[in-house]
């Protein structure tokens, strides 16, 4: 897979930055790759399938250098630890603090309070790394 995330990019990133591709860059972004959305826990149980002593210090390293190089995105879901995609995140997350559930929703439903920040503050909202947190539509349907 030769895309923006692929082993190809990545060690054509790392060498143009003067560093080196090693096997445990590879098998953190294969896993994010394939995980989707996953936290480094889970990234550092996927990897650990494969290669038993990497360890959850590396994982935090390798994720936070993928994040710096632009090869993996991360997104906060709440309290905890980030999620990691390697996908352009053109959405934002509804995080439900009742039952945990993450719905996605196209970053342009933003688009006014993007404007009215602009306008108001000279602010430009990221919505690249957001989640907004809430009760969802079941949730509210249930008496507490």
Not at 22 to 33: G, I, N, W
Not at 90 to 104: A, D, K, N, P, Q
Request: aromatic share 2%; proline share 6%; glycine share 6%.
């Amino acid at each position: 897979m030769d895309t923006v995330s692929g082993p190809k990019a990545l060690r054509k990133t790392l060498h143009e930055r003067g560093m080196r591709m090693t096997p445990q860059r590879q098998l953190v972004l294969d896993a994010v790759r394939e995980l989707g959305h996953a936290t480094p826990e889970q990234i550092c149980r996927h990897v650990q399938r494969t290669a038993p002593t990497v360890n959850i210090t590396t994982i935090y390293r390798t994720l936070d250098l993928l994040d710096r190089l632009g090869l993996v995105r991360h997104t906060h879901l709440g309290h905890g630890a980030p999620n990691y995609s390697v996908d352009p995140h053109e959405h934002v997350h509804l995080v439900c603090h009742r039952c945990g559930r993450v719905e996605e929703v196209p970053r342009e439903l933003l688009d006014p309070l993007r404007g009215t920040l602009a306008e108001r503050r000279g602010f430009e909202l990221d919505a690249t790394h957001l989640a907004l947190s809430g009760t969802c539509r079941d949730c509210l349907k249930e008496p507490e």
